[in-house]
T-cell receptor, first 113, second 110 residues
């Protein structure tokens, strides 16, 4: 199947700093990518839908100024957590769709101290 | 969005036994997909079944789909310790924004 990569896989940062997470589709073009976050032993919660060349669509309750999404090309979407706080610590997962199938990245674990 | 809900929430079996987990959904779908997530990892796509299909096999996996009941089941035969993971279903429709339920946490004891 298709491959989606994420970078970094792990990040620890101080409260107040910004963190950028990259999501790349390695062997397919993804017009649309999705960003999720997952707390321990919980389900994946959809944060936003990222569309290449246009603004992202955010789910209710997700602050667009807090979680900046840029989908600059058909193979790259980035999520920037601005002014991160400890409550932003979570597991962030992106996915890209190829035809009917959704392929997920390996996730990025963010720990904000 | 179209959310699938998995049942049971937790399942504990011995190696070699079969594991069955179910998924229910509410809206019309074009397809339904099952995923596996190992602890702390991303989701791995297991199998896709289309709305006009009733059953599909892939190795030790067997998926059924009953669109009249809006439900699907995933059967893992001859389970192995390596099958220990969380399993999620996600439904696909026109706009296809996959959303997930809590998943079924499967533990296979060696």
């Amino acid at each position: 199947g298709a491959v989606v990569s994420q970078h970094p896989s792990w990040v620890i940062c101080k409260s107040g700093t910004s963190v950028k997470i990259e999501c790349r589709s390695l062997d397919f073009q993804a017009t649309t990518m999705f960003w999720y976050r997952q707390f321990p032993k919980q389900s994946l919660m959809l944060m936003a839908t990222s569309n290449e060349g246009s603004k992202a669509t955010y789910e209710q309750g997700v602050e667009k100024d807090k979680f900046l999404i840029n989908h600059a090309s058909l193979t790259l979407s980035t999520l920037t957590v601005t002014s991160a706080h400890p409550e932003d610590s979570s597991f962030y997962i992106c996915s890209g769709r190829e035809k009917e199938t959704q392929y997920f990245g390996p996730g990025t674990r963010l720990l904000v101290l | 969005s179209q959310q699938g809900e998995e049942d049971p929430q937790a399942l504990s079996i011995q190696e070699g036994e079969n594991a069955t987990m179910n998924c229910s959904y509410k809206t019309s779908i074009n397809n339904l997909q099952w995923y596996r997530q190992n602890s702390g990892r991303g989701l791995v796509h297991l199998i896709l079944i289309r709305s006009n299909e009733r059953e599909k096999h892939s190795g030790r996996l067997r998926v059924t789909l009953d669109t009249s009941k809006k439900s699907s089941s995933l059967l893992i035969t001859a389970s192995r310790a390596a099958d220990t993971a969380s399993y999620f279903c996600a439904t696909g429709g026109g706009s296809y924004i996959p959303t997930f339920g809590r998943g079924t946490s499967l533990i296979v004891h060696p």
